[in-house]
């Protein structure tokens, strides 16, 4: 079993996704649709990344994010 631990924490390191959460607030969380724990990641330095599936988030602006989505 120690062999699958190493596997599984190695691969919880690898971000799966290529796709990147633009959140206006300075903390998101994450729990990967209940695929892991419910983290709160901190989005005060601009970005962060989930510990568990990887998943990457960046902090905009309310108005850089409407622009966006009026495109």
Known sequence: MDGL???S???RGI???N???KATEE???CSDNGQHPLVYISLKQGSGQCQYCGQKFV???AEE???KLAV
């Open 65 to 67: 994010l409407s622009e």
């Open 27 to 29: 903390i998101v969380s």
């Open 9 to 11: 924490s190695f691969l």
């Open 15 to 17: 971000n799966m996704r």
């Open 5 to 7: 631990f190493t596997i």
């Open 59 to 61: 902090r905009v602006s």
């Open 19 to 21: 796709d990147i959460i």
